[in-house]
């Protein structure tokens, strides 16, 4: 779904820039499914290191409280960007995007100039 967003440079009292996003809204299954993988990878890794001599006290009690949480963070994204680049709102060069970047609204950094700014807001969706 192509989305058009509103770029605001965090702390920065200039005017928003528009421009278009692709973003994919993840259903609550595949919230719940990404919930799921990362509780299972810590429960799993907590178990193995059972045979850790030392560091179990601290690694298998730490997993197995990470678990829920990472679980619980990851269930709260409810879009993922597709987009790869976008122009920077303050130098307008393109700039890249993480791929996998979730949340909404997203958190992005220009690889150029450094600049952290958000997208926010859509004015339109375009399926
Ligand atoms: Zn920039």
Not at 2 to 6: A, K
Not at 78 to 85: F, N
């Given at each position: 779904m192509?989305?058009?967003?509103?770029l605001?440079?965090?702390?920065?009292?200039?005017?928003?820039?528009?421009?278009t996003?692709?973003?994919?809204?993840?259903?609550?299954?595949?919230?719940?499914?990404?919930g799921?993988?990362?509780?299972?990878?810590?429960?799993?890794?907590?178990?193995?290191c059972?045979?850790?001599?030392?560091?179990?006290?601290?690694?298998?009690?730490?997993?197995?409280?990470?678990?829920?949480?990472?679980?619980?963070?990851?269930?709260?994204a409810?879009?993922?960007?597709?987009?790869?680049?976008i122009?920077?709102?303050?130098?307008?060069?393109?700039?890249?995007?993480e791929p996998?970047?979730t949340?909404?609204?997203?958190?992005?950094?220009?690889?150029?100039?450094?600049?952290t700014?958000?997208a926010?807001?859509?004015i339109?969706?375009?399926?």
């Open positions: 192509m989305t058009g967003v509103l605001r440079i965090r702390d920065s009292a200039r005017e928003p820039v528009a421009a996003l692709h973003v994919e809204p993840l259903s609550a299954g595949a919230r719940f499914g990404r799921v993988v990362r509780l299972v990878v810590c429960w799993v890794l907590a178990v193995a059972v045979l850790v001599p030392l560091l179990h006290f601290v690694l298998v009690p730490g997993l197995f409280l990470l678990g829920p949480v990472l679980a619980w963070l990851a269930t709260r409810t879009v993922e960007v597709k987009s790869e680049r122009s920077c709102p303050r130098c307008e060069k393109e700039t890249g995007i996998g970047i949340g909404w609204p997203v958190s992005l950094r220009c690889s150029l100039c450094s600049t700014f958000s926010a807001q859509g339109a969706s375009v399926t």
